[in-house]
């Protein structure tokens, strides 16, 4: 029941920023956890970001100071604001829910120019 829609990925200069934005619907614990999830070329996905549905929130090492996850305020909106970025941030972008069930949108991709 739960879907994840992402948005915002694209093109984006060395040191720009880009936003991200994942639309939930059908959550109905009040209990989860949101985050988004990348996983480049070659490589393992790894945690992003994550915050819970008490506003608590973690990020992965290669992007604390750089990047924020925040929800919306009358949405069931989850967003992650990217700035400062560099070419190591290129990957596939993925919303991810765990309430009772685990939950993952189809991805978005980004990708940062040398």
């Known amino acids: 029941q739960v879907q994840l829609v992402e948005s915002g990925g694209g093109l984006v200069q060395p040191g720009g920023s880009l936003r991200l934005s994942c639309a939930a619907s059908?959550?109905?614990?009040?209990?989860?956890?949101m985050g988004w999830y990348r996983q480049a070329t070659g490589k393992q996905r790894e945690l992003v970001a994550t915050?819970?549905?008490?506003?608590?929130?973690n990020y992965g090492d290669s992007v604390k100071g750089r990047f924020t996850i925040s929800r919306g305020n009358a949405t069931n909106t989850v967003f992650l604001q990217m700035n400062n970025l560099n070419p190591e941030d290129t990957a596939d972008y993925y919303c991810?829910?765990?309430?009772?069930?685990?939950?993952w949108g189809q991805g978005t991709q980004v990708t940062v120019s040398s």
């Open positions: 059908g959550i109905l614990s009040r209990f989860y956890v």
């Open positions: 915050i819970t549905s008490g506003g608590t929130t």
């Open positions: 991810r829910v765990r309430d009772a069930d685990d939950h």
